[in-house]
């Protein structure tokens, strides 16, 4: 898909405002913009359209509406550029919180659009990377975790070292065909019901 196949989602109450960021987003060479002015099942409607980038543009919102924002955002796991006219520290770290990309105060110029895609974009698929990557070292600590207890329970019912517990735990996993986690997570459940 190339840059210009992006479809983009413009949410804003105000129509002028919201025809500024379709016009940057045209010129920019996006043809895929649609504009929502209706706040109404916003949620399912993002759902209804799939779009690739999502602009929001709040003008003077209320901590109501930022907080609605906030929810959409945190459900929709998009890239999401918000834009406002007056901002304090808090709104911008429950934005960060809520998963907005870009979050820009006093930033709506039309020559500005395609920069801001281009960093929410970026910004977005960095943070996804950094989650994917803590999810993946939690997974393997608690496959370490797992091990290690297993290892244990070999070491004592078998009084077998620790370097010929782990070799006896990889040479099961590799004979079924599993993870030495799986494996070890079999060991456990299965003490744990004959009552160590």
């Not at 895929?32 to 002015?37: L, N, P, Q, Y």
């Not at 820009?104 to 020559?111: A, N, Q, Y």
């Not at 620790?162 to 099961?172: I, V």
């Amino acid at each position: 898909m190339t840059s210009s196949d992006l479809s983009i989602l413009v949410i804003d109450t105000d129509t002028i405002r919201g025809s500024i960021l379709e016009d940057g987003l045209r010129d920019a060479g996006y043809q895929h913009v649609t504009v929502i002015s209706d706040m109404d099942h916003l949620v399912r409607r993002i759902a209804e359209l799939e779009p690739d980038v999502i602009f929001i543009d709040l003008e003077n919102p209320n901590r109501d509406m930022l907080e609605h924002m906030f929810a959409v955002s945190r459900s929709v796991q998009r890239p999401i550029a918000m834009f406002v006219d007056q901002s304090d520290t808090s709104m911008i770290e429950a934005a960060v919180d809520a998963g907005v990309s870009t979050y820009i105060v006093d930033g709506l110029k039309k020559e500005r659009v395609k920069p801001i895609l281009d960093m929410t974009i970026s910004r977005f698929n960095a943070v996804n990377r950094l989650r994917e990557e803590l999810e993946a070292t939690r997974g393997e600590l608690a496959d370490r975790k797992v091990i290690d207890r297993a290892k244990g329970i070999l070491m004592k019912m078998r009084g077998l070292s620790e370097d010929e517990a782990y070799k006896l735990l990889r040479k099961t996993a590799m004979d079924q065909n599993r993870r030495v986690a799986e494996v070890a997570e079999s060991l456990i459940t299965s003490v744990g019901m004959l009552g160590d």
